[in-house]
């Protein structure tokens, strides 16, 4: 959604972190359910007697092997947020090599695969939530798939943030950082012929659709945050963004965040092209 033209009254603003991107949910069985057919089952201390089950901190190929298949169990309280990334990206790469070595990921049951089980998980903690969302995203089959997973799910989670709050503090069609001068047009323009900068005139994005709406959906103007927005600690960094700071290398990081006023599907050709 544009913050262009969002006339809204909102009472009590505060900047908090607020989990507008979960996409994922729990049912009355005691699962989280996830795309594909994959489901991970929770548990409490000491429940679990499954013996093909394997610490994700510590998978080992050849144990998978053996036991045929890969069954993971995560305990939120062994390790801290500050490793999330490095478990990950080690859990991807083995997903990688399960499929070559043709080992099952999970286990079938009841029409779905369960691949492991979840000690110690808090629905309402926003770091364990990123984390599931990203094991989510490593069970897709493959890159574009993940990538649009990503996009959409960090996309979500930046219109969420912003709905329904006026952070830009609009009052008659215009944000606060405008404030002040004739300017009607928010953070959605761009200067008509862009390497002339300051050179050439300011007009509205192409992009922009009559109710003032975004017809790009482009993850990069949706992290954008003005000065106005940052002096209130509104401020978006890719490296705060699990999903982005973990599936993707520094070219890619760099088109995330510059490639404002572009369509969806081309920076995602973008990302498919600089990806490993």
């Not at 945050?225 to 290398?249: A, M, P, Q, S």
């Amino acid at each position: 959604m544009s913050r262009v033209k969002l006339d809204l009254i909102v009472k009590n603003i505060e900047y908090v972190n607020i989990m507008c991107y979960n996409l994922l949910w729990r049912n009355k069985m005691g699962i989280i359910e996830l795309d594909n057919g994959y489901y991970i089952e929770l548990i409490e201390d000491g429940k679990c007697k499954d013996d093909r089950i394997q610490n994700i901190q510590t998978i080992k190929l050849r144990e998978s092997r053996n036991k045929g298949c890969l069954l993971l169990y995560i305990d939120f309280r062994e390790f801290d947020k500050d490793r999330y990334k490095k478990i990950l990206r080690k859990l991807l790469h083995i997903k990688k090599m399960v499929k070559f070595l043709k080992i099952n990921i999970g286990v079938n049951q009841d029409s779905k695969i369960k691949i492991g089980y979840i000690n110690n998980y808090d629905e309402n903690n926003q770091y364990h939530q990123e984390f599931i969302q990203a094991i989510n995203a490593i069970l897709f089959n493959t890159k574009k798939e993940r990538y649009n997973y990503i996009y959409d799910t960090v996309c979500n989670y930046l219109d969420g943030y912003f709905y329904g709050k006026n952070l830009c503090d609009f009052k008659n069609n215009q944000c606060g950082e405008k404030r002040g001068t004739t300017s009607r047009i928010g953070c959605c323009h761009h200067f008509r012929v862009k390497w002339l900068g300051p050179f050439t005139e300011l007009v509205p994005c192409e992009h922009l659709k009559d109710d003032y709406t975004c017809g790009a959906k482009c993850i990069s103007c949706k992290l954008f945050t003005c000065d106005y927005l940052e002096k209130k600690g509104v401020k978006f960094r890719i490296k705060d963004i699990l999903l982005l700071d973990t599936f993707f290398n520094s070219l890619q990081k760099y088109f995330i965040k510059y490639m404002v006023f572009t369509p969806k599907d081309k920076i995602i050709k973008r990302l498919m092209i600089t990806g490993a």
